[in-house]
Structures are given as structure tokens and as C-alpha cells.
T-cell receptor
Framework: SQQGEEDPQALSIQEGENATMNCSYK?????LQWYRQNSGRGLVHLIL?????REKHSGRLRVTLDTSKKSSSLLITASRAADTASYFC????????????FGQGTELSVKP | ETGVTQTPRHLVMGMTNKKSLKCEQH?????MYWYKQSAKKPLELMFV???????ENNSVPSRFSPECPNSSHLFLHLHTLQPEDSALYLC??????????????FGEGSRLTVL
């Protein structure tokens, strides 16, 4: 199976609700990153959390990292219709020369 | 606009054609990547170049041939492709330092269709 696995694969919520996406991985990492992709477009970086950090915030985004469980979560608070997109976690592998491995992603749909 | 430019944005080619995808960044980054994104599949890492040296070739078939002439440009040469190679090909770049991979800046992708 994948280095990064995400759940749920799809999530549908109403505007104003919070959205939580989870990511699990298998091997040691330097950092874990979250990206967003609108349909057919390139990916946009959202937030990076280092292996020695446990939580990070950026605007309406909150990311947690639990290296003992090899898992991370992305919380989007007070969601908006414009947050509709696919969200991916990516792991920067330890001592692997820049290798960044992506999970399969979560498709988020925020209904107005 | 991320500062990473990919051309062409769309490409249709036959199985016997030879074509190239181009990626360019002027962000001062020293690492560049090719990823393949097929429908219903996760992004697949194809190649990584650090300081113009290829550091990763993720078991990619030889019909895909990367070239990195300098730290700002990356090419993906394509020849005798198969229909299953149809996908969105994404280029990205980052600043790799102190053995740490920073955030990746992605281009908009090249949508490839192989007939």
C-alpha cells in the first residue's frame, strides 16, 4: 500500500462546517506537507509541519502530526464553497534526497 | 501563478510520435520534479533532480526520458508512448537544503493524450 494514505476519500459538508482529513504514512519523515488541487490544475502548497512539531496553524487551517502513530490531520474551520477541491498529504522522506510522496487525496465538496 | 511554467498545456500524440514537455522556473530553486497524475490514482513520482543530478528514477519506463540542462529547466522527452500513458504530467520545484525538502511549487501541468 501507499506511503501516504488518506481518509476519507471523499467528504461533503455544508458551508460553515469544519472539515477534517486524515493522513497515515509508513516510514520516517523529515516533514509532512498538505496541498490543495482544483480540478485539472496544479497543486498549491498549504502548510508544512516538521517531524519535531506537533501542531501548526495557518489562517483557517490547523494541522497536527503524531509521529508515534505516523499520522497527520488537516482541519479546515468555517468552510466555504471556495474550499471545494482535492486535498493531498505528502511526506518528505528522511534521508531520501528530496523525495516527496503524495497520498491519494481527499475530495472535499462544500455546499453553499 | 506559482513561478513554474509548463508547456505545452495540452498535447495529443500518436504512439509513434516523439515529443517533449518543458518546465521552467526562475525561483532560484535547486530541485525539480516530474509527477504523473492519472484519473483515480495518486500522484506518482517519476523523477527528481537535485542540483541538476538525477537522484530518483521511480522505475519509470525508458520511453520517458528526462533532461535537466540547468537548475531552471527540466524536460520530459516522450517516444513510443502507450495509451495508458495518457495523464496530467506535473512539474514542480523546491529549495532543497540541509537534507530537507521544502514546499513544492507546481506548474499547471501538461495534459497528455496518447492515441
Amino acid at each position: 500500500s501507499q506511503q501516504g494514505e488518506e481518509d476519507p476519500q471523499a467528504l461533503s459538508i455544508q458551508e460553515g462546517e469544519n472539515a477534517t482529513m486524515n493522513c497515515s504514512y509508513k516510514t520516517s519523515i523529515n516533514n509532512l506537507q498538505w496541498y490543495r488541487q482544483n480540478s485539472g490544475r496544479g497543486l498549491v502548497h498549504l502548510i508544512l509541519i516538521r517531524s519535531n512539531e506537533r501542531e501548526k496553524h495557518s489562517g483557517r487551517l490547523r494541522v497536527t502530526l503524531d509521529t508515534s502513530k505516523k499520522s497527520s490531520s488537516l482541519l479546515i474551520t468555517a468552510s466555504r464553497a471556495a474550499d471545494t477541491a482535492s486535498y493531498f498529504c505528502a511526506t518528505a522522506l528522511y534521508n531520501q534526497g528530496g523525495k516527496l510522496i503524495f497520498g491519494q487525496g481527499t475530495e472535499l465538496s462544500v455546499k453553499p | 501563478e506559482t513561478g513554474v511554467t509548463q508547456t505545452p498545456r495540452h498535447l495529443v500524440m500518436g504512439m509513434t510520435n516523439k515529443k517533449s514537455l518543458k518546465c521552467e522556473q526562475h525561483l532560484g530553486h535547486n530541485a525539480m520534479y516530474w509527477y504523473k497524475q492519472s484519473a483515480k490514482k495518486p500522484l506518482e513520482l517519476m523523477f527528481v533532480y537535485n542540483f541538476k543530478e538525477q537522484t530518483e528514477n521511480n522505475s519509470v519506463p525508458s520511453r520517458f526520458s528526462p533532461e535537466c540542462p540547468n537548475s531552471s529547466h527540466l524536460f520530459l522527452h516522450l517516444h513510443t508512448l502507450q495509451p495508458e500513458d495518457s495523464a496530467l504530467y506535473l512539474c514542480a520545484s523546491t529549495l532543497f537544503q540541509d537534507s530537507n525538502t521544502g514546499e513544492l511549487f507546481f506548474g499547471e501541468g501538461s495534459r497528455l493524450t496518447v492515441l
